[in-house]
């Protein structure tokens, strides 16, 4: 499951040492080492002042038109690498009665079952921090369509108090947050890969421990924007699903490709099926999921 770690580290980092520490010393393909060296995000959090000039220099760059954020207004980046980006994440309570209500749960991806395509460490930073219900299972074993059964286990829930740090597992771990009692923030140290062009994300029906639908993702864009060519398309777009049936790396967008193309020109549906691999092949078959490419669910 999650792995919690609540010792208190007397070291503090700047921004800086931090970034320069992660580089040298974690492995973002090796949970161990993400685990072994996820005090070091404490000991950032132990420093309590760079968040906030973080904010305040976010704000400026928004007055000077030169802001890069490419997250929601919830998640700010604090840094990036090659292989790391370090946010903040802003969590709100949300008022029961509020006409606001749904649409802030959803903005927040607050009672969603979601996991992650990819590895990553929280800690709590300010404010009480969100409570989260932790599940577990297999990426691997799934084929990701709507209503398919998962071997969800349960995990117990936790809070993610400040201080408190949890390495979740890309394609393991799965949480449903709760909004807070009060405004809090949390840091992540989040790993680029490769799975994260190939691997999806999916939110989950618990009760029934199903997969329910897709989160966004680099994958879900892809998509997307494959099932707009039911309905918009011309020559040149059964060529490019062609060539991505034949030689897109990543088994699900051919699949997809393929049951597209089968549905836009079922004439040449022989020559479709005969091109593609058998894993694709099975794929297509499935009423696979997707979510939306601008929310990636990934804050925790």
């Given amino acids: 499951m999650v792995y919690i770690l609540d010792t208190q ?18 492995d973002p393909a090796d949970i161990d080492s993400l685990e072994e060296h996820a005090w070091a995000l404490r000991a950032l959090a132990n420093n309590r002042t760079f968040v906030l000039d ?14 890069v954020n490419e997250n929601s207004p919830q998640s700010i980046v604090l840094a ?19 006409v606001h209500t749904d649409f802030e749960r959803s903005y927040f991806a607050y009672d969603l079952a979601h996991d992650h395509n990819f590895s990553f460490v929280s800690v709590g930073y300010f404010g009480p921090g969100y409570e989260t219900d932790l599940f577990e299972y297999d990426y691997a074993t799934v084929q990701g369509y709507e209503g398919e059964p998962v071997d ?34 949390s840091l992540n140290l989040m790993c680029r890969s490769e799975d994260t062009r190939t691997a999806q994300q999916y939110i989950f029906d618990v009760q029934n421990k199903t997969i329910s639908r897709g989160a966004g993702d680099i994958a879900s864009t892809r998509l997307f924007l494959i099932d707009i060519f039911r309905t ?10 062609y060539q991505t049936v034949c ?7 051919q699949a997809f ?20 691999k058998s894993d ?20 925790a």
């Fill in 232 to 241: 918009l398309h011309d020559d040149n777009t059964v060529d490019l699903l």
């Fill in 257 to 276: 490709a393929l049951n597209v193309l089968g549905e836009i020109r079922p004439a040449e549906l022989e020559k479709f099926l005969s091109s593609a």
């Fill in 280 to 299: 694709a092949l099975k794929l297509s078959t499935l009423p696979l999921v997707y979510g939306s490419g601008g929310r990636d669910y990934s804050g």
């Fill in 54 to 67: 973080e904010y305040h220099n976010e704000l400026k760059a928004c007055w000077s038109g030169v802001s």
């Fill in 80 to 98: 990036r690498t090659r292989d790391f980006l370090i946010r903040s994440n802003i969590w709100v309570p949300v008022p029961e009665s509020s």
């Fill in 9 to 26: 580290p007397t070291e503090t980092l700047s921004l800086a040492e931090y970034v320069e520490y992660v580089e040298n010393n974690v």
């Fill in 247 to 253: 030689h897109h790396r990543c088994t699900r967008t």
């Fill in 152 to 185: 969800l286990v349960e995990c117990g829930r936790h809070q993610l108090k400040p201080g408190r740090v949890m390495v979740y597992r890309s394609g393991k771990d799965v949480h449903i947050q709760f909004p807070p009692d009060q405004v809090s923030v």
